[in-house]
């Protein structure tokens, strides 16, 4: 991992790759690479760091080239470094980028070490450019070699291929990984998102998994898995250029942040005739599948996690629907056992989040019928893999930290609640209720990041910490869990969530001066247990910053500082909660002088297991 650009024109490739390059930085990586075939050579340049010192590089030595592949790199086998960026090169006549893992690269590094071949890196990357040379020696073309190579290895790719011995063609191929190819006028390119190509074209091929596409100047030619040559539908994107630009926000994280009324709405726009929610938003069969199923299991990694066990209070709090969630690489292993009558929803930003794809997979294996995905990007594999599709039309979100769509996310989660519960204990009244709130959520975003300047300012008192702790009860614990992640994730600050309630279990032992602790305390029925805990917290000297509803009319004392949140229905108050701490933990990131939007080690689209 993490991002792939190629493209063969009749104009200089080079300015378009690092553009490209530059517009996949929002995913997260640690090197830079190029490489271009001209006068019947291969040109190569990689950098260690970020694609501006890759930039340097070219115009302090300056490459061209009408076909190329490029790649910025999140390490997985072997460190950072020069050597191990791509693209690698075999013998000077193959040249390869790679996402994903080959997992029995050992396996082929052992057999072509061999028979010959040099290694100079520690990827799993550079048995596949050693065996396509090798393969190539004895095909009849470069897209036999890559066939060839294909059927040897384990694992998942997304692959770009160019080779001075047919200077005229670039291969792509996925799978397990994403890749698109952009369609132009004499031109093609390939990318991992569409993202990077932008600039150049809105005609886009999605590949499905196993395919081969072999891209020349004037055709294109794609192969599935069996090897069957097929046609894939050219789509239009309504993406445009700018729509990954920060605008007047100094970070895309901001940019975002502020973009989450907007994304609400969308999410919301055209799924209720009145206030009736219609079935018809999660898929034409839908209504058919929901009368069918007698519990639900969710399956997500990370924010999209979260999402999932504020979910899981709702359905069964709300419509009674027996609800289980779990980290999607831990399903896939522990020989779960589910219900056939069990839907299984899979929550995922990208749609290409490896762990939980191979989650919807063994749940498929073992004889779960039903499947809906809640996702944001409309071509992803985790939308095709699903019977039922909720998306959440948030918009590209570049930060890596993700937050309009983890609210969306939540948002979608409230609405297949009210979907599925008003198949089991959910009224007609509260189903309206829900309804209501979920209409009057844009205003009360907005009404929440009218405290972005006092929150700047609370967020100094994290400038000299190393350690925070996070509270929260009933559906706004997971909020204290995504509120510690996002501040782990930009700040590099430790951070842990803890249900209030455990704080006697042990956490207790950590409250001193020097440790934040950051509550979250909405007006619902836990708030007087959650009082408990925060005195319990105060007489050890612990310094509070409590996020507590303003019609309580609670001040602050010696140790207790508070933000006073507008007044919200608790059915809401897991979304509207949540927006505070995306705020606290950016403005600390800046404060720290931290890479908000990239934050080091960290990749947006996570493809690998």
């Known amino acids: 991992m993490c991002g792939i650009v190629a493209g063969i024109a009749q104009r200089n490739v080079v300015p378009i790759l690092i553009e490209g390059l530059k517009r996949l930085e929002y995913r997260g990586y ?7 075939i001209d006068n019947g050579e291969i040109y190569r340049k990689r950098e260690l760091g970020k694609v501006k010192g890759l930039e340097g590089l070219i115009a302090a030595d300056p490459i061209q080239g009408t076909i190329g592949i490029a790649h910025t790199r999140w390490a997985t086998h072997g460190k950072p470094s020069t050597q191990n960026a791509h693209p690698h090169v075999s ?4 040249a390869v980028v790679h996402n994903g893992s080959i997992k029995n690269h050992d396996y082929l590094r052992s057999s ?21 040379a090798e393969e190539l020696a004895k095909a009849g073309s470069l897209l036999d070699a890559v066939q060839a190579t294909l059927l040897e290895l384990e694992g998942a790719y997304a692959l770009g291929v160019v080779s001075i011995a047919q200077p005229d063609t670039l291969i792509v191929c996925r799978k397990g990984s994403p890749l698109v190819i952009g369609v132009g006028i004499g031109e093609y390119f390939a990318a991992s998102d569409i993202a990077a190509l932008l600039p150049v074209t809105q005609r886009f091929i999605f590949l499905e998994d196993g395919d081969v596409a072999e891209l020349k100047i004037a055709s294109l030619r794609i192969f599935d898995k069996t090897g069957a040559e097929v046609e894939r539908p050219v789509v239009e994107s309504q993406l445009k250029a700018d729509s990954v630009d920060k605008g007047k926000y100094r970070h895309f994280m901001l940019k975002e942040i502020y973009e989450q ?16 929610l219609q079935d018809s938003a999660f898929g034409h069969q839908a209504a058919e599948i929901f009368d069918q199923i007698k519990a639900v299991q969710i ?12 979910a899981r ?5 709300l419509a009674r629907v027996p609800c289980a969630i779990e980290v999607a690489s831990e399903f896939r292993y522990r020989n779960p056992v589910i219900s056939p009558d069990t839907l299984v929803v899979t929550i995922s930003q990208s749609g290409e989040t490896a762990d939980t794809l191979a989650a919807l997979q063994e749940a498929k294996k073992l004889g779960v019928k039903h499947s809906l995905v809640i996702c944001n990007a409309p071509e992803s594999s985790l939308v095709r893999e699903s019977e039922l599709v909720m998306m959440t039309r948030a918009g590209p979100e570049i930060g890596v930290a993700s937050t309009k769509a983890f609210t969306t996310q939540l948002v979608a989660l409230l609405m297949l609640v009210v979907a599925i519960g008003r198949r089991f204990a959910l ?12 209409f009057s959520l844009p205003g009360n975003i907005e009404k929440v990041l009218q405290l972005d300047e006092s929150i700047e300012h609370l967020s100094q008192r994290f400038a000299d910490k190393h350690n925070a702790l996070f509270l929260g009860r009933g559906t706004h614990y997971p909020i204290a869990m995504e509120g510690a992640l996002k501040l782990k994730e930009i700040s590099y600050i430790h951070a842990e969530a803890y249900p209030a309630g455990e704080l006697k279990h042990g956490p207790l032992a950590l409250i001193d001066a020097e440790m934040p602790v950051v509550t979250v305390a909405p007006n619902n029925n836990l708030l007087e247990k959650l009082k408990s805990n925060i005195q319990e917290v105060s007489a050890r000297g612990g310094q509070l910053i409590v996020f507590m509803d303003e019609a309580l009319g609670e001040s602050d004392d010696e140790n ?28 600390v990131a800046v404060l720290k002088g931290t890479d908000v939007d990239q934050p080091r080690n960290l990749a947006k689209s996570v493809t690998v297991e």
């Open 560 to 587: 207790v500082q508070i933000v006073k949140m507008p007044s919200v229905a608790n059915i809401i108050s897991p979304i509207i909660y949540t927006i505070p701490l995306q705020l606290l933990s950016y403005h």
């Open 313 to 317: 209070y709702w359905f069964e709090k």
């Open 299 to 310: 399956i997500a990694c990370g924010t999209s996690y979260h999402a999932g066990l504020v």
């Open 91 to 94: 013998r000077e006549k193959v």
């Open 30 to 36: 640690d090197s830079a690479g190029l490489a271009v």
């Open 112 to 132: 072509l070490q061999q028979n010959g071949f040099q290694f100079t890196s520690e990827t799993d990357t550079e048995v596949v450019v050693h065996k396509i």
């Open 427 to 438: 009224t007609k009244d509260k189903e309206d209720e829900i309804a209501s709130e979920l």
């Open 261 to 276: 009324a907007w994304a609400v709405s969308e999410t919301l726009e055209g799924r209720f005739i009145g206030n009736r």
